[in-house]
């Protein structure tokens, strides 16, 4: 059973830097695309970016494009999002998602219920 729990949340200054962590604790969870999304209370959730479970391919909204990356590394069970130039609006409760895919199945993009949701990290950012 793969549990993701999320770290590297925080307060933050406008134009800093954090590191999201999404760590499972099982090696299945290498089967899994993974992809971050994040909600603002009394907003819906909203898709940030996705990785393969292969890490060959990516996706990002758009506006995150150029400041966010996401990564994995399979030896440690997680997966990353690497937050550049963070602006006000990027506050929000970031939450981590899997889902599992076939070996053959090397898309990033997650569909729109992910199987597996991790409990949130707060990310803070102020002027």
């Known amino acids: 059973q793969v549990q993701l729990v999320e770290s590297g949340g925080g307060l933050v200054q406008a134009g800093n830097s954090l590191r999201l962590s999404c760590g499972a604790s099982?090696?299945?969870?290498?089967?899994?695309?993974v992809g971050w999304f994040r909600q603002v209370p009394g907003q819906e959730r909203e898709f940030v970016a996705s990785?393969?479970?292969?890490?060959?391919?990516?996706e990002y909204a758009d506006f995150v494009k150029g400041r966010f990356t996401i990564s994995r590394d399979s030896a440690d069970n997680t997966v990353y999002l690497q937050m550049n130039s963070l602006k006000p609006e990027d506050t929000a409760i970031y939450y981590c998602?899997?889902?599992?895919?076939?070996?053959?199945?090397?898309?990033?993009?997650?569909?729109?219920?992910?199987?597996?949701w991790g409990q949130g990290t707060q990310v803070t950012v102020f002027l």
């Open positions: 998602a899997a889902t599992l895919r076939d070996p053959f199945d090397t898309r990033a993009t997650l569909p729109s219920r992910p199987e597996k």
């Open positions: 099982t090696r299945t969870f290498r089967s899994y695309a």
């Open positions: 990785i393969s479970w292969s890490g060959g391919s990516t």
